[in-house]
């Protein structure tokens, strides 16, 4: 299939690509490369999916990789000209939109960016599906949208109007979004609610990273809430392989059942203690962190955990990589990627 693969040059996009392409498939990625986080770890994705840093920085212009059926284009969704160019010159079969503005913590103090990448340009999207005989739209949503519900596991049948971060509000938004485009266009649309994703090539905005580096570095670790924090650390591998399933299933059943629209929960299905994580990495670095214990921070919760019985009963998959062997995959990319 020829499969748009947005956010190709983020964390979880770049291994989706990647997967694919292993797979056979012809993959369009695309990504405005933003300065959100160092944009060399971006470019180095890139570089692996056989992009050079100098074709990757043009924006609008597609750059074919030369050792593989990899195409890449610089680009922002919420470019209501240049995006349905693309559509209609490209004739995808799919489209798996992952590229976002991601963080809860940044949405507290840019919060234009949220609605222009998250809400415009998702808008864009599903326009362009709509208007390009898309047969399946999978998109990224957040664990997040669960704001501080209390009833764990999280469930996809459970209330989530109580987003407590703009992140949150508009993947939440998201989906109600592409509910309506389903009813009223018969798309195929499938909401992918991730939990704390982690590995290597990984966000440095997030957790694992953060900690990582400045325990190599000699610098204290921020541990809020006083670590009583708990999350569902999800390795990146089973991350990619729910995604890629929900890719290549065929949705002719579902379009047969008029069930258009679906969300799932991606996760470990079980909830790790903060400090637990923590002492891991420790372990795979052979050095004890200096922990600075801090009051919880705006917009975020105090536990996750993922109820993943819907992912198991359609797709038959339930993600299942320990953090002991999770972390020290990370940890031995990290030594590798940083020297």
Known sequence: MKILVTGAAGFIGFYVSKILLSKGHQVVGLDNINDYYDVNLKYARLNELG????????????????????????????????????FKNEQFDIVCNLAAQAGVRYSLENPETYVDSNLVGFLNILECCRNND????????????YGMNKKIPFSTDDNVDHPISLYAATKKSNELMAHTYSHLFNI?????????????????????????????????IKVFNHGNMERDFTYIDDIV?????????????????????????????????????????????DKVATKNMMDMQPGDVERTWADV??????????????IKHGVKSFIDWFKGYYN
């Open 309 to 322: 019985d819907e992912l198991i009963k359609d797709y038959d998959y339930s993600p299942n990589t320990s």
């Open 134 to 145: 898309i047969k399946h739209l999978v998109y990224a949503s957040s664990s997040s949208v």
């Open 188 to 220: 195929p649309t499938t909401g992918l609610r991730f939990f704390t994703v982690y590995g290597p090539w990984g966000r440095p905005d997030m957790a694992m990273f953060l900690f990582t580096d400045a325990i190599v570095n000699d610098r204290p």
């Open 51 to 86: 992009i050079s840093e100098s074709e990757a920085s043009k924006f609008d212009i597609l750059c074919n990789s030369s050792s593989s059926n990899f195409t890449f284009v610089r680009m922002n969704l919420e470019n209501r000209d240049e995006l349905p160019k693309l």
């Open 241 to 285: 392989e729910g995604v890629v399933r929900i890719i290549e299933k065929s949705t002719e059943k579902r379009i047969e059942d008029k069930n258009l629209y679906k969300v799932y929960n991606i996760g470990n299905n079980n909830s790790v203690k903060l400090l637990d994580f923590i002492k891991e990495i420790e372990v795979n670095l």
